[in-house]
C-alpha cells in the first residue's frame, strides 16, 4: 500500500514524503501562499501526467513501438454540469473537468496510433480519478 504524508511548516507550506522522496506544496501569492511549491491541484495533474507518460511508455518498449517524442498535458476546471457534454443526468451543480493534451510522435500506422489512445485512458490514475474513490478517514483531534 502507498503511503504519502504531508506535514504544515509554515503559512500553507506543506512538506510531503512517501519515506523515500520529499517534495513541498503550497500556493501561490494570491491565495496568501509563498508560492514555494506547486499547489495541490498542480501535483494532482502531474501524478496524472506522470503516470500517462510511463504507461505510454511501458507498453510501447513491451510492444516495440519505436516513440521519437512524447508530451502530455492536462489541466483542471469546475463547470457546470448544465455545460458539460460528457455529463449524465446524474449530475448536477459545479463538475471537475480534467482536459488532456497527448501528443505521440513516431513511426507507426493509424492502428498503433489508435491503440495507444486507448493505453493512455489506462493509465492507473486515470483509472482511479475515473472510476472515483472510498475513503476511509480517521481523525485524530487534540
Same mark, same amino acid.
Given at each position: 500500500?502507498?503511503? #504519502?504524508? $504531508?506535514?504544515?511548516?509554515?503559512? @500553507?507550506?506543506?512538506?510531503?514524503?512517501?519515506?523515500?522522496?520529499?517534495?513541498?506544496? %503550497?500556493?501561490? &501569492?494570491? +491565495?496568501?501562499? %509563498?508560492?514555494?511549491?506547486?499547489?495541490?491541484?498542480?501535483?494532482?495533474?502531474?501524478? +496524472?501526467?506522470?503516470?500517462?507518460?510511463?504507461? &505510454?511508455?511501458?507498453?510501447?518498449?513491451?510492444?516495440? !513501438?519505436?516513440?521519437?517524442?512524447?508530451?502530455?498535458?492536462?489541466?483542471? =476546471?469546475? #463547470? *457546470?454540469?448544465? %455545460?458539460?457534454?460528457?455529463? %449524465?443526468?446524474? *449530475?448536477?451543480?459545479?463538475?471537475?473537468?480534467?482536459?488532456?493534451? !497527448? /501528443? !505521440?510522435?513516431?513511426?507507426?500506422?493509424? =492502428?498503433?496510433?489508435?491503440?495507444?489512445?486507448?493505453?493512455?485512458?489506462?493509465?492507473?490514475?486515470?483509472?482511479?480519478?475515473?472510476?472515483?474513490?472510498? /475513503?476511509?478517514?480517521?481523525? @485524530? $483531534?487534540?
Amino acid at each position: 500500500m502507498a503511503k #504519502v504524508t $504531508a506535514e504544515l511548516i509554515d503559512g @500553507y507550506q506543506v512538506d510531503i514524503t512517501n519515506g523515500t522522496h520529499t517534495w513541498r506544496a %503550497d500556493e501561490p &501569492l494570491d +491565495l496568501g501562499g %509563498d508560492d514555494t511549491g506547486p499547489n495541490p491541484y498542480d501535483l494532482l495533474l502531474g501524478s +496524472l501526467a506522470s503516470c500517462t507518460t510511463i504507461t &505510454l511508455t511501458m507498453y510501447a518498449k513491451r510492444k516495440g !513501438i519505436d516513440i521519437t517524442s512524447l508530451s502530455v498535458s492536462y489541466s483542471h =476546471e469546475r #463547470v *457546470h454540469a448544465k %455545460d458539460c457534454e460528457q455529463c %449524465d443526468d446524474s *449530475h448536477s451543480g459545479m463538475v471537475d473537468r480534467i482536459n488532456s493534451e !497527448i /501528443f !505521440i510522435d513516431g513511426n507507426f500506422d493509424e =492502428e498503433t496510433r489508435t491503440r495507444l489512445t486507448d493505453i493512455a485512458q489506462r493509465c492507473p490514475v486515470h483509472k482511479t480519478l475515473a472510476n472515483g474513490v472510498v /475513503f476511509d478517514e480517521t481523525i @485524530y $483531534a487534540g
